[in-house]
């Protein structure tokens, strides 16, 4: 059965910390994998990773996908209040897409 | 204006009753999807759009039925709500870009409906 799995999936850190969110999943016919930022209501789009090794980065956001291990990463470096959120996961296959449950971030000032 | 925009924002209704919720995009996307997110449970693909001629299930499309009406709306039934129904409803467009060949590729959500069925 597919699976997408977020770890941990609650985690309090203060503001100026670095913080690594993980996604491991077991998706047949892998397509890609998706990192989301969900704050109120809409998640909104962060990465898009197809190739291991690879990192893709944005300011202080930074993400690399494992196919071998089957895993990537996200990275806040220097977190700040406005990083608190829901980053959701999500791995795509042939006609499917599987979310992960999301790791809820509170960044503390 | 938001591109992608999704009516009712809120509703409650009653068991047995028939729901649609509308979803339009100004984004010019081929691609449309029907989400829904339970607490604790992350988002789950009900159906989705390639195009207008193209209608396919998610992994949890029993209990609900689409109609693409248009590139631009992509509307979502309930033919008769029951209270497990009751979610945050989400849809989604994206285009295909240059992913691979029937990619879903980064998608664009609207605001959300909540719906609660009593």
């Known amino acids: 059965e597919d699976k997408v799995v977020q770890s941990p999936l609650s985690l309090v850190v203060h503001e100026g910390d670095t913080v690594t969110l993980n996604c491991s999943y077991e998706?047949?016919?892998?397509?890609?994998l998706l990192w989301y930022k969900q704050e109120k209501k809409a998640p909104t789009f962060l990465f898009m990773l197809?190739?291991?090794?690879i990192e893709k980065k944005s300011g202080r956001l930074s993400s690399i996908l494992d196919k071998k291990e089957l895993f990537s990463i996200l990275n806040i470096t220097a977190t700040q209040t406005g990083d608190s959120a829901v980053y959701l996961c999500?791995?795509?296959?042939?006609?499917?897409?599987?979310f992960g449950k999301g790791t809820r971030l509170h960044i503390l000032p | 204006d938001a591109d992608v925009t999704q009516t009712p924002r809120n509703r409650i209704t009653k068991t047995g009753k028939r729901i649609m919720l509308e979803c339009s995009q100004t984004?010019?996307?081929?691609?449309m999807y029907w989400y829904r997110q339970d607490p604790g449970l992350g988002l789950r693909l009900i159906y989705y759009?390639?195009?207008?001629?193209?209608?396919n299930k998610g992994e949890i499309s029993d209990g609900y039925s689409v109609s693409r009406q248009a590139q631009a709306k992509f509307s979502l039934s309930l033919e008769s709500a029951i209270p497990n129904q009751t979610a945050l409803y989400f849809c989604?467009?994206?285009?295909?870009?240059?992913?691979?060949?029937?990619?879903?590729?980064?998608?664009?959500f609207g605001p959300g409906t909540r719906l609660t069925v009593l």
């Open positions: 989604a467009t994206s285009d295909p870009g240059q992913g691979t060949p029937g990619s879903y590729n980064e998608q664009f």
């Open positions: 999500a791995v795509e296959g042939v006609g499917k897409i599987i």
């Open positions: 998706v047949t016919n892998f397509r890609s």
């Open positions: 197809t190739s291991s090794g």
């Open positions: 759009s390639f195009d207008v001629k193209d209608i």
């Open positions: 984004k010019g996307h081929d691609r």
